[in-house]
């Protein structure tokens, strides 16, 4: 079936410092990549649309200046926290769906990048 | 906002059915069903989907309402690997978002 990569799985962070999350899809072509944070207990709140080719489209709420999102291939979205805080602590996942062609196409995701920022 | 609304927590004993039920009231007509799972510290897990006729896969059942207002997903047999929290999300193009899900327990 169709994976989706995502890495790191784990990172901690100085507070000021900027992290880099990768999502790749393994067997597919993807162009359209969605970006979701998790706080504990919580559900999955969508954070950003990244879509091949063109800027991402972020929830509201969302700092787009905060969290760069760059989806340069068919194959690749990265986000980036830049100068991170304490608060920005979460799990962050990544998915992808498998065909532009199929609108139903489920989602695939990453297992997930747990961030601590200290 | 999520426009699904779910039980907060289920519990099943092992070996047993469980119906995990959804509610979709203003489900439009191009909106699909679909369910994922997800274990503690990984990411979601697409289960099932579907529009209007029942689904099964290895998986799980989808069962449709005929007014398509709400759906059950149902695991014949649940095993102690099924405990998850399991979202209803209606998905249309690239609308994607989550409600607060159901916590399925298992007990054995």
């Known amino acids: 079936g169709a994976v989706v990569s995502q890495h790191p799985s784990r990172v901690i962070c100085k507070s000021g410092t900027s992290v880099k999350i990768e999502c790749r899809s393994l067997d597919f072509q993807a162009t359209t990549m969605f970006w979701y944070r998790q706080f504990p207990k919580q559900s999955l709140m969508l954070m950003a649309t990244s879509n091949e080719g063109s800027k991402a489209t972020y929830e509201q709420g969302v700092e787009k200046d905060k969290f760069l999102i760059n989806h340069a291939s068919l194959t690749l979205s990265t986000l980036t926290v830049t100068s991170a805080h304490p608060e920005d602590s979460s799990f962050y996942i990544c998915?992808?769906?498998?065909?532009?062609?199929?609108?139903?196409?489920?989602?695939?995701f990453g297992n997930g990048t747990r961030l601590t920022v200290t | 906002d999520a426009k699904t609304t779910q039980p907060n927590s289920m519990e099943s004993n092992e070996e047993e059915p469980v119906h995990l039920p959804c509610n979709h009231s203003t489900i439009s007509g191009t909106d699909y069903i679909h369910w994922y799972r997800q274990l503690p510290s990984q990411g979601p897990e697409y289960v099932i989907h579907?529009?209007?006729s029942n689904v099964n896969n290895r998986m799980a059942s989808l069962a449709i309402a005929e007014d398509r207002k709400s759906s059950t997903l149902i695991l014949h047999r649940a095993t102690l690997r099924d405990a998850a929290v399991y979202y209803c999300?209606?998905?249309?193009?690239?609308?994607?978002?989550f409600g607060a899900g159901t916590r399925l327990t298992v007990k054995p």
């Open positions: 998915s992808a769906r498998e065909s532009p062609l199929r609108v139903n196409s489920p989602l695939h």
């Open positions: 579907g529009l209007t």
């Open positions: 999300i209606l998905y249309n193009n690239n609308d994607m978002r």
